[in-house]
C-alpha cells in the first residue's frame, strides 16, 4: 500500500485556498462522517471527496491511495459485521458461539465504519497533497496560537526525511560489506541483528541535531520579535467555503439529534 | 579598520591536559581575506568556533583572553563572548562544512528567510534581499529548488546565501569545500572571492588545502598545537618550505616549483633582493619558467 | 597471498546499467575488467556514478541489466555477506559504520562475522589496528577519536577482512596532508602484499602519484580508462567531466612547447629538466649552434 502524504502542487483552485480552509474543511469533514451512520450518505460524501480530489488534480495519488486502503476497509468492516451484538440475526456460522452471529444492523454498521474509515483518511491526503508543510504550519502558528518552537520542529522534521533514509541505505550497506547478516533468525535475533543499524543511525543523528542547533542559531533563531515570510491572509473565498463548511456541520448536528 | 581583535586567547576541551589554543594574538582587519591553515588538532577549528561565537555559546571549555568584535555597538566594541549566539548572527555569518547539517528549510527561498525571520526583518523587505543574497552567490535559478534535490556545491552556496542575506559584514567559514568535488569547490570559492571584492566582506576561513586559495587570500595564517607558526601574505608564507613540512601543510606545487628551480641552480634564493616572486597559480608558475627558457 | 591466479580477470563488468527506483539512470552500460593486484582510481564529479558502479562490485547494488562477474561468479546471484569475503568496500564517512564501545570489537566486527574466532581473530584485529598506527586506542572508545583516526579506523575493520578487493570512498578526504600520506602508503603496502586496490577520488594529484590505472567516470559512461599520464594529456575530456589537470601536469605540458619533456609528474623532475634545457640554451646560444631536436638529441 503506497499512501502518498506529499505535497503535490499542481496549482488548482483547491491549492489556492488558505491551508486554514483546508485545515477546517478535513475537520469538519470528520465530523460530519462520525454523525453520519447510514452507508449512503457517506458514499455521497466519499465521492464527492473524489470529486474534488479530481478538481485539485491529485485524483491519480488520491485514487492509489484508496486502493491500498480498500483492504483494510474491507477487513474492518468484516469485524464489525461478526462482532456487533445488535439487530435482527441473519446468519450464525458457529450456533455455540451467538456473539458472532451477523445481524442486519452488524452489516450496516460494518460498511458504515469502513466507509467512514475511508472518509477521513481521504479528506486528510486531499489536506495533505494540496498544502504545502510550511503553510499549515504557520496557519497553527497564527491562527490556532501553537508555539512556533513545536511547528518549526514538524518542518525540521519533514525537510529530514530523505536524509535520513539516504542514511538508513548508507549504514545498512556499510554493515552488510562487513558481512553483516540483518535476515538472521527469529525475532529475538531479528532484533539484535538491528543493532549495526540503529547505533550509528542514532549516534549520526546526535550529531547532526546539535550541528544543526549550532547552524540555527548562529543565523539568529531563537531572537524576540519573529517576522514571517509570505503570511498568507484568508480570502474572500476562504470565507465563504468555511462558512459553507461549518453550516454543513451545524445541518449534520441538526439532523443526528 | 580592524574588525575582529583577538587578544592572548587561550582555550582548552573539557578532559583534554593541553590547551586547543594557547595565548593566540590576531587581528583581522575589516575587507581581509584570511585563511587559516595548519594539521588536523593544529586549533583551525577551535579559532573559527571562538571567532563566530560557537564558543563559549555552544561548546564548553576553559576560555581565556578575548576576541574583541569591533563596530558591533556605537560605542567601539565588544567581546564575542557577550554577545549571545542570535545577536551575534548580525555581524558574523557562520558557515560549516558538513552541507547537510545546516539546511533547516524544505525550499531554498524559505532558508535565505530563515535568519531574515529569525532577526526580526520586514516582510516587506524579504523577497528584494532573498533575492539579492541568491544573485550574489550566483544562485538565483535555485530559489524554488527543494533543498534536499541540489548537489553539495549547490547546498553550500545556499548555506552562504543564507548568511548572506542577514548582511554580516564578516564571513566565517569551516573547511567549507571539504566534501564538494572540483566544479562544487571552484563555484564556491569563486563567490567567496566576489564578496570579499565586490561588497568588502571580511572572510576567515580554514582549511587544509591551501593551493586555491592562496591566490585568492590577503594573509595564511599557519597554527600548530594551538599556536600561531607563521602568518603573512602566501608569497612570504611560501618562503618557508620547511615550516610547512614541520607542520603537515602541503606547500601548493607552484611555489614548490619556485622552491625546486632554486635546488636545481637556476633561480637566486628567494629571499635574495633579484630573486622573483613566489608563484601561487600555475600560470605563475609557468611564465616564471617560461623565462628561464 | 589473498589474490588467487585463476588466469581470468578478477572482476569483470559486462554492459552494466543501473536504473535507480526514482526512474534516473546512474550507469548507461559500463565495460571493464580488473585484474588481480591493480591499484585503481575512480575518478568523476558527483553523481556522475563512481560510488553507484563500485558498488556493483560486492554486490551492494544489482545491475539492472548487464553482469558483474567476481572471480568468474555472477554477483547477483550471490550474498552480500558471502562477497564481502572476496571484496572490502570502506564507506566514505566513518560514523555510517562505527557503532561498538571498544575499538578492538569495532575492528573485530567483520572478521566475527566471516566467522572467526579465538586467537586468529584476535590476530588479524591487532595486525590490522597496528597497519593504520591506531594500537594504542586498541580499548578505548572510537568516538574519542578524532574524524581522522575514525576513518583509519573504518579501513582497519576492511582490512582486517584480509579481503582480495578493497574498494575505498575518498579515503582522503577531510584528511590533512600527513593522514593522507599516511592512508596512501598503507594502501600502497597492501597491493604490493597482492591486495587489489580501488580507491574513489577527486584529487588529482593522489591519483597522479599513487595509481596505475584509472577510470573517469562522466555521467554514468566510463569515458576513459588508462595510466594517470595519457589521461593528463586529454585535458578536454578531464575538465568536461569536471575535473582538473594536477598542477604539476598542466605545467609539464605547457612547458612541452618549449622543449620541457618531464612526465614524472614531480616538481622536482619538471626543475631539473628546466634546468638541463635553460643551460642547453645558454650553451647553443653561445655556441651559434641550431638544435632542431629534443633535450635527448642535444644530449
Keep these: 500500500m503506497s499512501v502518498s502524504i506529499e505535497y503535490i502542487p499542481t496549482g488548482s483552485p483547491v491549492h489556492r485556498l488558505h491551508a486554514l480552509t483546508k485545515l477546517i474543511f478535513a475537520l469538519a469533514v470528520l465530523t460530519i462522517s462520525m454523525l453520519l451512520s447510514q452507508p449512503l450518505p457517506l458514499l455521497l460524501l466519499f465521492f464527492s471527496l473524489l470529486g474534488i480530489a479530481a478538481l485539485a488534480s491529485v485524483s491519480q495519488e488520491i485514487l492509489s491511495a484508496v486502493k491500498g486502503l480498500l483492504k483494510v476497509a474491507f477487513f474492518l468492516a468484516l469485524l464489525q459485521v461478526f462482532f456487533y451484538p445488535e439487530g435482527t440475526v441473519l446468519f450464525a456460522p458457529i450456533p455455540s458461539l451467538p456473539g458472532l452471529s451477523v445481524t442486519d444492523q452488524g452489516i450496516i454498521f460494518g460498511i458504515s465504519m469502513a466507509l467512514r474509515m475511508m472518509v477521513i483518511v481521504t479528506s486528510f491526503l486531499l489536506f495533505l497533497t494540496t498544502t504545502p508543510a510550511r503553510s499549515t504550519v504557520l496557519s497553527l502558528v497564527e491562527y490556532l496560537k501553537v508555539p512556533y518552537d513545536y511547528a518549526f520542529l514538524f518542518i525540521t522534521a519533514l525537510r529530514f526525511i530523505p536524509t535520513f533514509l539516504e542514511e538508513v541505505r548508507l549504514i545498512g550497506q556499510a554493515q552488510e560489506a562487513r558481512a553483516h547478516d540483518f535476515s538472521g533468525g527469529g525475532p529475538l535475533a531479528r532484533l539484535k541483528t538491528i543493532f549495526p543499524l540503529a547505533l550509528p543511525l542514532v549516534m549520526i543523528s546526535l550529531q547532526r541535531a546539535e550541528r544543526m542547533a549550532m547552524a540555527m542559531e548562529t543565523r539568529g533563531f531563537g531572537l524576540p520579535g519573529r517576522t514571517y515570510y509570505r503570511t498568507e491572509k484568508p480570502g474572500a473565498v476562504d470565507i465563504m467555503v468555511i462558512v459553507a463548511l461549518l453550516s454543513a456541520v451545524a445541518a449534520a448536528v441538526l439532523l443526528r439529534f | 579598520m580592524p574588525s575582529i581583535t583577538i587578544e592572548n586567547l587561550t582555550f582548552s576541551y573539557p578532559d583534554c591536559s593541553s590547551p586547543a589554543l594557547y595565548e593566540v594574538n590576531l587581528t583581522i582587519e575589516a575587507g581581509e581575506f584570511i585563511v587559516i591553515t595548519g594539521a588536523t588538532g593544529a586549533g583551525k577549528s577551535t579559532l573559527l568556533r571562538c571567532i563566530n561565537g560557537v564558543i563559549p555559546h555552544f561548546q564548553p571549555g576553559t576560555l581565556q583572553g578575548n576576541v574583541w568584535l569591533d563596530r558591533a555597538t556605537p560605542s567601539g566594541r565588544v567581546p564575542v563572548a557577550r554577545v549571545s549566539a542570535p545577536q551575534l548572527a548580525r555581524f558574523i555569518g557562520s558557515v560549516f562544512d558538513d552541507p547537510e547539517g545546516q539546511i533547516v528549510s524544505p525550499i531554498v527561498e524559505e532558508e535565505i528567510a530563515f535568519g531574515l525571520e529569525n532577526t526580526g526583518v520586514d516582510p516587506a523587505q524579504m523577497d528584494d534581499r532573498i533575492a539579492k543574497a541568491l544573485a550574489d552567490c550566483g544562485i538565483s535559478h535555485l530559489r524554488h529548488r527543494a533543498t534536499s534535490s541540489l548537489s553539495g556545491g549547490q547546498k553550500q552556496r545556499v548555506a552562504i546565501a543564507a548568511v548572506l542575506a542577514l548582511a554580516p559584514k564578516i564571513l566565517v567559514l569551516d573547511e567549507p569545500t571539504s566534501e564538494l568535488d572540483p566544479d562544487g569547490t571552484e563555484a564556491v570559492l569563486k563567490v567567496l572571492f566576489e564578496l570579499n571584492k565586490n561588497h568588502g566582506i571580511t572572510i576567515i576561513i580554514a582549511e587544509q588545502k591551501v593551493t586555491l586559495l592562496a591566490p585568492l587570500c590577503d594573509r595564511l595564517v599557519l597554527l600548530e598545537k594551538g599556536r600561531i607558526a607563521l602568518q603573512g601574505p602566501p608569497r612570504k608564507v611560501f618562503m618557508h618550505p620547511y615550516i610547512f613540512a614541520k607542520l603537515g601543510v602541503e606547500l601548493p606545487a607552484p611555489a614548490r616549483l619556485a622552491h625546486a628551480l632554486v635546488q636545481a641552480g637556476v633561480l637566486p634564493p628567494l629571499d635574495s633582493p633579484d630573486a622573483p616572486p613566489i608563484p601561487l597559480t600555475v600560470e605563475e608558475a609557468f611564465t616564471l619558467s617560461r623565462q628561464l627558457l | 597471498m589473498p589474490a588467487k591466479l585463476t588466469g581470468r580477470p578478477l572482476i569483470e563488468v559486462r554492459q552494466l546499467k543501473h536504473i535507480y527506483r526514482s526512474g534516473g539512470e546512474a550507469l548507461k552500460g559500463i565495460a571493464l575488467t580488473i585484474d588481480a593486484g591493480e591499484m585503481i582510481a575512480v575518478v568523476g564529479r558527483n553523481g556522475a556514478g563512481k560510488t553507484t558502479l563500485t558498488k556493483h562490485f560486492n554486490g551492494l547494488l544489482r545491475p539492472t541489466t548487464g553482469t558483474v562477474l567476481l572471480d568468474g561468479q555472477d554477483t547477483a546471484k550471490l550474498p552480500v555477506a558471502q562477497l564481502a569475503r572476496t571484496v572490502g568496500y570502506v564507506f566514505q564517512n566513518p560514523d555510517h559504520q562505527i557503532f561498538h564501545e571498544r575499538l578492538f570489537d569495532e575492528i573485530a566486527f567483520g572478521p566475527r562475522n566471516l566467522g572467526l574466532r579465538g586467537d586468529e581473530l584476535t590476530t588479524r584485529v591487532d595486525s590490522a589496528l597496528k597497519a593504520v598506527d591506531l594500537t594504542d586506542y586498541r ?125 614524472a609528474g614531480t616538481v622536482e623532475a619538471l626543475a631539473a629538466s628546466i634546468a638541463r634545457r635553460s643551460s642547453q640554451i645558454t650553451a647553443r646560444d653561445s655556441f651559434k649552434e641550431n638544435c632542431s631536436g629534443g633535450a635527448a638529441a642535444c644530449q
Aim: with cysteine; glycine share 6%; aromatic share 4%.
Design chain 3, 139 to 263: 580499548d578505548r572508545d572510537p568516538g574519542e577519536l578524532s574524524r581522522g583516526q575514525r576513518k583509519r579506523a573504518a579501513l582497519a575493520s576492511v582490512l582486517a577482512m584480509e579481503t582480495a578487493v578493497i574498494i575505498l570512498d575518498e579515503p582522503t578526504s577531510g584528511q590533512d596532508y600527513q593522514e593522507s600520506e599516511q592512508i596512501m602508503a598503507i594502501l600502497q603496502e597492501l597491493n604490493r602484499r597482492g591486495h587489489t586496490i580501488i580507491f574513489i577520488t577527486h584529487d588529482m594529484e593522489l591519483v597522479q602519484e599513487h595509481a596505475c590505472r584509472v577510470l573517469l567516470i562522466d555521467d554514468g559512461k566510463l569515458v576513459i580508462d588508462s595510466p594517470p599520464r595519457e589521461l593528463f594529456r586529454q585535458e578536454q575530456a578531464l575538465t568536461s567531466a569536471g575535473l582538473r589537470l594536477p598542477p604539476t601536469a598542466e605545467l609539464e605540458q605547457r612547458l612541452a612547447a618549449f622543449g620541457i619533456h618531464s612526465d
